[in-house]
T-cell receptor, first 112, second 113 residues
């Protein structure tokens, strides 16, 4: 089957660094994406890794290791507004490559 | 314009009603999606349109009927829904064939009584 695993909850304090891991098991792989969703809001695209290594966008970085079927999202200098759900997603190419397989999401709580 | 718009924001309907959800994007994207999302769950794909043709139907019940009148518009027609269909309905778009980066609209919060 196809699945993505990520922690259900993470708690951190303002100014800290937090890493949200994602391991995947899929029949094909066209890249790992990360989305942020605040309560009551819509998912917002954060990053995409197609190749191994680290991608940095401001306070957020995303890492991928295809040999380990593993990636993570790193959030630095945490702010209260980073409290949200974070989803990893892998593009599926089994039969049709036009959809994402989503993880169950990680709820991040940033405390003062 | 980097926005996906959806109307209405909220919708309450009875099980015998017929209603439609609307979605619009002006980013020139050629793939558009309907997702259903329940609280504390990831978005669940319902339909994908690619170049205005239905390319994926994730075995969605026929009481949900999608329509893509043109490359900017996506509709979801609702009829004879069940209370368990109450959810947030999200529209998204992406540049075909790049599907990893999807732009989501704010969603329609649907309640079926």
């Amino acid at each position: 089957g196809q699945s993505l695993e990520q922690p259900s909850e993470v708690t951190a304090v303002e100014g800290a660094i937090v890493q949200i891991n994602c391991t995947y098991q899929t029949s094909g792989f066209y890249g790992l994406s990360w989305y942020q969703q605040h309560d009551g809001g819509a998912p917002t695209f954060l990053s995409y890794n197609a190749l191994d290594g680290l991608e940095e966008t401001g306070r957020f970085s995303s890492f991928l290791s295809r040999s380990d079927s593993y990636g993570y999202l790193l959030l630095q200098e945490l702010q209260m507004k980073d409290s949200a759900s974070y989803f990893c997603a892998v593009r599926d190419n089994a039969g049709n490559n036009r959809k994402l397989i989503w993880g169950l999401g990680t709820s991040l709580a940033v405390n003062p | 314009d980097t926005e996906v718009t959806q109307t209405p924001k909220h919708l309450v309907m009875g099980m015998t009603n017929k209603k439609s959800l609307k979605c619009e994007q002006h980013m020139g994207h050629r793939a558009m999606y309907w997702y259903k999302q329940k609280a504390k769950k990831p978005p669940e794909l319902m339909f994908v349109y690619s170049y205005e043709k239905l390319s994926i139907n994730e075995s969605v019940p026929s009481r949900f009927s999608p329509e893509c009148p043109n490359s900017s518009l996506l509709n979801l027609h609702l009829h004879a829904l069940q209370p368990e269909d109450s959810a947030l309905y999200l529209c998204a778009s992406s540049q075909a064939p790049v599907y990893n980066e999807q732009f989501f609209g704010p969603g329609t919060r649907l309640t079926v009584l």
